[in-house]
């Protein structure tokens, strides 16, 4: 099986445009795809009004099933395989898996 990896305009930590040497930086996107899927609220994308997890919202909730159920959706969605996708004992959220 081929996997892709996806090269888009790249945005820097503050999210505004990574600029080097004068040009916009072109560089490996499926991580920042990722983040802004999992922030972005439904209706945040108006082609796209469905995509969107909202991460923010969950953040006063005990129960986080809802939560990664929705995320695998969204990011299916979007063209990823998802393997696996849970929270580390740490608290970070583990995506185990690849655009095709």
């Given at each position: ?7 888009d ?9 990574d ?32 995509l ?6 969950m ?7 809802p ?11 979007d063209?990823?395989k ?7 004992e ?11």
């Open positions: 099986m081929e996997f892709c990896l996806m090269t305009i790249f945005l820097n930590k503050t999210g505004d445009l600029i080097q040497n004068g040009d916009i930086v072109i560089d490996y996107s499926d991580n920042q795809h990722q983040e802004h899927i999992l922030l972005a609220n439904k209706g945040d994308y108006k082609e796209f009004p469905e969107g997890v909202g991460i923010n919202n953040l006063n909730e005990d129960d986080f099933l939560f990664l159920i929705e995320a695998k959706k969204n990011l299916q969605y063209g990823m998802i393997n696996n996708i849970k929270f580390e740490n608290g970070n959220l583990n995506i185990n898996g690849d655009y095709q």
